[in-house]
């Protein structure tokens, strides 16, 4: 993945743990997943009872248009409510968030060298994907679960450089996320990742759909300061091998969690096929915030891809739920794929979203339908 240069090591030490005051997430109505998220406290004991009713989160396509524009309603409006990160960032001019899109981007951002590559990044990013839908539903009013986007239904493995995937309804200008930004010519000097070859074809800002400008605008990760436009760089060549059907069965079927977590994210290296890396570089190629390892969370389509990687470790976990909604493993330090630093994830291993949501023991995210998430997947 690119590593964003401003981004610095420690963070995770660094961020507040001290969160919610009001609590960030005001229950509205007696919805399924309405409760206030809980305090800080002792961990669920391992056979916590599971909750009722839980939002299930389909595949994009198998949403009615009416629901396709309720959701993507439902972003747009976190962009029009005051941001709760401003206190968390006050004392960092990296992050300056403005709105409610921008506290998950800026708290991803910041903690990116310290969620990636380790063995809580799928109950990391498991989290924040429930929190942004939890704000969906309490600040928005969204009546909806999380849309995920199941990539592997548009890959074309045997033609790489095919751009079929992005003639699809995802793309779509009317009832999707938009589609490629317009070209920008990088010449392969500066290509460090030889993208140009994968086919980039775009790169500059976003032309149609809900996101571009001034509805929408990114606030965070740009060097040109906030109301930046999204930007996307359709790259076929590493979509479609990616996104590979194979690899994503390949994935779900490892037998423990560390060759899961470890085959699911992959290497650093462009060629090894990874799930991970499909809807990130498939959109986001060299220049689009989606192929950015801090900030992703720019494209709305993150939420649609990590909720896809969510669903694929949820499909590992439903395939011995007895074992695997109480396993966890991988090294707590960043690509130490060795684990030589002897530090592994247990149970207790607290992940933080910074002043988004209580922290949370690695032991809470584990059942997507347990006492804290409440969700599940068709
Ligand atoms: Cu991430």
């Not at 086919?199 to 929408?216: A, I, L, M």
């Amino acid at each position: 993945m690119r590593v964003s240069s401003s981004i610095t090591a420690c963070v995770l030490a660094t961020a507040s743990f001290a969160v919610a005051a009001p609590a960030p997430h005001p229950s509205k109505g007696k919805g399924p997943v309405g409760a206030p998220l809980p305090p800080r406290g002792p961990p669920s004991p391992p056979h916590a009872k599971r909750c009722k009713n839980p939002l299930v989160r389909k595949e994009w396509r198998a949403l009615k248009n009416v629901e396709k524009k309720e959701y993507i309603d439902a972003v747009l409006c976190l962009q029009k409510h005051e941001a709760i990160t401003k206190e968390q960032f006050a004392d960092d001019d990296r992050y300056d968030p403005i709105n409610r899109y921008d506290d998950f981007q800026a708290v991803h951002s910041s903690q990116a060298d310290a969620i990636h590559f380790v063995g809580f990044f799928t109950q990391w990013h498991r989290y924040m994907t429930a929190a942004y839908e939890r704000t969906l539903r309490d600040v928005c009013g969204y009546k909806g679960a999380q849309p995920y986007w199941n990539w592997s239904l548009d890959a074309h493995p045997d033609d790489r450089l095919s751009m079929a995937a992005y003639d699809t309804e995802i793309f779509s200008p009317d009832t999707g996320f938009g589609g490629n930004g317009l070209y920008i010519e990088v010449p392969d000097s500066q290509d460090p990742f030889g993208f140009n070859a994968q086919g980039r074809s775009g790169g500059g800002c976003v032309q149609d759909g809900p996101f571009t400008r001034p509805n929408f605008a990114v606030n965070i990760g740009e060097k040109n300061g906030s109301g930046q436009c999204l930007r996307r760089d359709f790259m076929p060549g590493i979509f479609n091998f990616f996104a590979d059907p194979n690899t994503l069965q390949k994935t779900i079927d490892q037998p423990d969690f560390a060759s899961f977590a470890s085959v699911l994210e992959g290497r650093p290296d462009f060629g090894v096929s990874n799930v991970h890396g499909s809807g990130h570089f498939g959109v986001g190629g060299l220049l689009g915030q989606a192929g950015d390892a801090a900030n992703s969370p720019g494209d709305p389509l993150f939420y649609l891809h990590h909720s896809m990687v969510d669903y694929t470790y949820w499909q590992w976990q439903q395939k011995d739920l007895k074992t695997r909604l109480h396993e966890v493993g991988g090294s707590t330090t960043p690509s130490d794929f060795n684990y030589e630093s002897g530090v592994n994830v247990t149970l207790d291993f607290e992940v933080n979203l910074g002043a988004i949501a209580p922290s949370v023991k690695v032991s809470q995210l584990l059942d997507s339908e347990g006492e804290l998430l409440c969700y599940t997947y068709e």
